[in-house]
Structures are given as C-alpha cells and as structure tokens.
C-alpha cells in the first residue's frame, strides 16, 4: 500500500483547506482510511476515519462538525474537508491505511504540512 497526500498550504484562520490521499497498490474496498496530524512537540493523533465496509466515518471529538472524510472509490481518493480552521490546527497531517478504523497502521504517507496563520 503506498499512500500520498496534497494540498497543505498557508490558510488563514477561519479559512478552509481540502486534503487529498491517493491510494495505490490496494483499493478502498480492502482498506480504511484515516487522517492524523501532528503538531511541533507534540503526538500524533487521529483526527477521522472511513471504513472500508460501508464508508462509515468517524472522528475526534476536536474536529466534529469542522472536518469532514470523504472518499472517491473511481479515483482510490480519500479526502479531508477542513473548515473553520484554527491556528491550532496547525500541523502535519498525514494520511494512513488499516483494515479497520481503530486498527493498527499498515501503511502511513508521507505527511503534508498545513500552518494556519492568525
């Protein structure tokens, strides 16, 4: 499974941003998706997840109602909506594959890095 994610950038607080994972080696009926990020001096943490079954999605409490997952199965894509950003959000944010959300990581991306601006 081989994983890359776009679309970081500079935002301005309050802005929006969308992220893009592309999956390759595998397809999005075999594997789930999750998005974590990880800011300076800090862990990584999970952010969201959509199953391979039935394309639940799931999320932290931090970003309810502010990010959303999506996926593309035509195109093996996975995304991550992110809205009413904060400085705090503020981080890497990488991509990963599981056989189910809350399983161990098989597979990470590289990461892309998102900075929200004041």
């Known amino acids: 499974v081989h994983l890359v994610e776009s679309g970081g950038g500079l935002v301005q607080a309050g802005g929006s941003r969308r992220l893009s994972c592309v999956a390759s080696?595998?397809?999005?009926?075999?594997?789930?998706i999750a998005w974590f990020r990880q800011a300076p001096g800090k862990e990584r943490m999970g952010l969201a997840c959509i199953s391979s079954l039935d394309g639940s999605t799931f999320y932290a409490d931090s970003v309810k109602g502010r990010f959303a997952i999506s996926r593309e199965n035509a195109k093996n894509m996975v995304y991550l909506q992110m809205n009413s950003l904060k400085p705090e959000d503020t981080a890497v944010y990488y991509c990963a594959a599981n056989r189910l959300c809350g399983n161990d990581v098989e597979a990470w991306g590289q990461g892309t890095q998102v900075t929200v601006s004041s």
């Open positions: 080696g595998v397809t999005l009926d075999k594997v789930s």
